[in-house]
Nanobody, 123 residues
Framework: EVQLVESGGALVQPGGSLRLSCEVS????????IGWARRAPGKEREVVSS????????YYADSAKGRFSISSDNAKNTVYLQMNSLKPEDTAVYYC????????????????WGQGTQVTVSA
């Protein structure tokens, strides 16, 4: 059974940092692209960052460039999203997702999803 379990969401002040973790089980990370997507209130789900584990290709949405950093620890089967200089507009539920082989930024193409972790950026 494939499971993706997110953690690390919290309430943080503007300008603060958080590191989200996605612990993956039931699949071989090297065969997958792992993405971090978010859904903000009233907005569509968007992929903010993704990583192709086999060759370390990464993607960042414009909203994440220069502030977010994605990484993986294959020994722990975990993918991280380091988020710095957080803004109120980063408030959302953040999801970890996996898709085999293809490198995509389209949420609907991801096969497996976690339950999400809430990130709230507010003073």
């Amino acid at each position: 059974e494939v499971q993706l379990v997110e953690s690390g969401g919290a309430l943080v002040q503007p300008g603060g940092s958080l590191r989200l973790s996605c612990e993956v089980s039931g699949l071989y990370l090297d065969d997958y692209v792992i993405g971090w997507a978010r859904r903000a209130p009233g907005k569509e789900r968007e992929v903010v960052s993704s990583i192709k584990i086999s060759d370390n290709t990464v993607y960042y949405a414009d909203s994440a460039k220069g502030r977010f950093s994605i990484s993986s620890d294959n020994a722990k089967n975990t993918v991280y999203l380091q988020m710095n200089s957080l803004k109120p507009e980063d408030t959302a539920v953040y999801y970890c997702a996996a898709v085999a082989g293809i490198f995509t930024t389209t949420p609907a193409r991801y096969t497996f999803w976690g339950q999400g972790t809430q990130v709230t950026v507010s003073a």
